[in-house]
């Protein structure tokens, strides 16, 4: 049975503890969080040893536990790019690795990170480079996905032309590259995360790369829509995704994981009345996300 989970970006501004927006959560019909390890990586968190990480982690999971919630996914730094400055790779990548443990502790058995996306990599320009350099990135953190035991989710990207003028295909945008990436690292510790939003602005159909991946390889997801003009992060039904397509394209394959919304840009358009209208935005999110799951 697919579970539903959400990214906890609503939160901002709602003046509510972590049990409130938890139990919140629940309360709307989602079982999972996408829980946000996304600190830019000269952060304090990751300056922790790994006890004072451990600690502060098992204390968020007891949270969300308590209020019927349970970390399905999380997502690590998306700074660990280096080349222009390439004297702070070792500090990036230290964040991955901490990224990581917080991962296990919080008790989540994926943890979602890009690949290495230099803006030379467009169309298919520079395949070779680019996955020589992601090969060297997904090995070194390799050990320590198996230690800590969690699965490392390699996430489909777009890129932009600025020549064109729009966004267009980048690392990984494919699923034929998704597989690539995972055969060649020859390990059960990585996995796919498919972006259904990015695979629009890449030019890519969502529905058609949710069976050339099969249940084999498609593990996690970040679900959001979009014109497929702009990175929008909008609810399911707001844009030009074929939503119904994805849900039965999911049950289809036989997909167990989370449908998990990537979607918090529309709670930023409530403006003013965000504080009074998030939660009940949040119960449409979970009734929508429910209906595409329930698509044969």
């Known amino acids: ?43 304090d968190i990751w300056k922790m040893t790994d006890e004072e990480l451990k600690n502060y982690m098992t204390e968020q999971k007891n949270i969300m536990n308590a209020n019927g919630i349970f970390a399905g996914q999380t997502h690590s730094p998306m700074d660990a790019d280096y ?10 990548w230290h964040a991955q690795v901490q990224a990581i443990k917080a991962a296990s502790f919080l008790g989540s058995p994926y943890i979602v990170i890009h690949p290495l996306f230099p803006l030379f990599r467009i169309h298919d320009r520079e395949y070779e480079r680019t996955k020589e350099m992601n090969m060297e990135y ?5 050990p320590y996905l198996e230690e800590y035991n969690v699965k490392g989710a390699i996430e489909n990207l777009a890129n932009f032309d600025f020549v064109l ?5 980048g690392v990984c945008s494919s699923a034929k590259e998704l597989i690539d990436y995972v055969d060649t690292l020859n390990s059960d510790r990585f ?24 249940k084999k390889y498609l593990h996690v997801t970040h679900m959001h829509d979009n014109d497929y003009i702009g990175d929008n992060h909008m609810m399911a039904g707001l844009g030009k995704i074929d939503w119904w397509g994805i849900g039965k394209a999911l049950n289809d394959i036989g997909f167990e994981g989370i449908f998990n919304y990537e979607a918090d840009d529309s709670y930023v358009h409530l403006g003013e009345y965000r504080k009074h209208l998030s939660l009940d935005l949040l119960k449409v999110y979970a009734q929508v996300g429910k209906a595409i799951v329930s698509v044969k």
């Open 138 to 142: 997904y090995n070194f953190l390799k």
């Open 83 to 92: 080349l222009d400055h390439p004297e702070t790779k070792e500090a990036r």
């Open 191 to 214: 996995v796919v995360c498919l972006d259904v939003g990015h695979a629009a602005l890449a030019g890519e159909n969502p529905v058609r790369m949710i069976y050339e991946l099969g």
């Open 165 to 169: 003028g729009r966004c267009c295909e």
């Open 1 to 43: 049975m697919i579970k539903l989970g959400t990214q906890c970006g609503f939160w901002g501004g709602l003046d509510l503890s972590e049990a409130e927006m938890y139990k919140a959560m629940s309360d709307a019909g989602f079982s999972s969080i996408d829980y946000s390890l996304m600190h830019w990586y000269q952060s």
